[in-house]
């Protein structure tokens, strides 16, 4: 266990991420821009029933229009710092975020995860979060957050898959489109990043997919052993 009183010999704080691309195996996340709001918007139209929204504080989107209205916004902003992430076939995918940057503490989350259905369930979806998480320990940043509305059990699920140790939850955090809303806490730090890295590496892997681009083993199996603390929710 680690000694929370422990001495950090050199530490200084690392710098925000700058508004460049991102380049994976498969995705690119490319900073958001203008350009990229009709991609999205018809990829977001994948999901006719809205459901992809259902613990996002906006959205679904009716018209291009409705949506262009949100990006010009979003696409300025510097906290939460969004992303388009691009599939390898060039398409749009959805958008996903850098955001509670705080260099002093040396921390940062990924939230606004927005992934249409066509990047729900892909390598390219967990290779756009390892992305993020690989630039910000890589940057030097000592902690890495997830957090979700607690009733988002796919949600809490996905980030124990990714490596994420559960840290709790905080009751009534806010109010998202007039519902209460209990936030689940998960987090990796720099310790465990080493560890993380190699799973996810193995995992992407070729070799770990068959001709029909089903997972040989399992990123949960691989990453299990790494988490600190279990979702008990999750059974």
Known sequence: MLDPKRPVPGWSPPPL????????????????????????????????????????????????????????EARLAWDPLHYAVR?????????????????????????????????????????????????????????????????NLPSRRAAQRFGFSFEGVFRQAGVVKGRNRDTAWFAAIDSDWPALRAAYEAWLEPENFDAEGRQKRSLAEMTSAILAARDPALG
């Not at 040396?106 to 939230?111: F, M, N, Q």
């Not at 993020?132 to 009733?151: Q, T, V």
């Open 17 to 72: 991420p700058p508004r460049t691309p991102i380049a994976g195996r498969y995705v690119i996340l490319e900073p958001l821009r203008r350009e990229h709001a009709e991609g999205l918007h018809e990829a977001f139209r994948e999901d006719s029933a809205g459901a992809m929204w259902a613990y996002l504080p906006v959205g679904p989107h009716a018209t291009l229009g409705a949506y262009e209205a949100w990006l010009e």
């Open 87 to 151: 599939m390898a076939d060039g398409r749009l995918g959805g958008t996903l975020s850098l955001m509670r940057i705080d260099p002093r503490a040396g921390s940062v989350e990924t939230g606004w995860l927005t992934f249409a259905p066509r990047l729900q369930r892909t390598r390219e979806a967990t290779e756009a979060v390892y992305r993020l998480m690989e630039w910000s320990f890589e940057a030097g940043y000592r902690r890495f957050e997830w957090k979700c509305d607690a009733a």
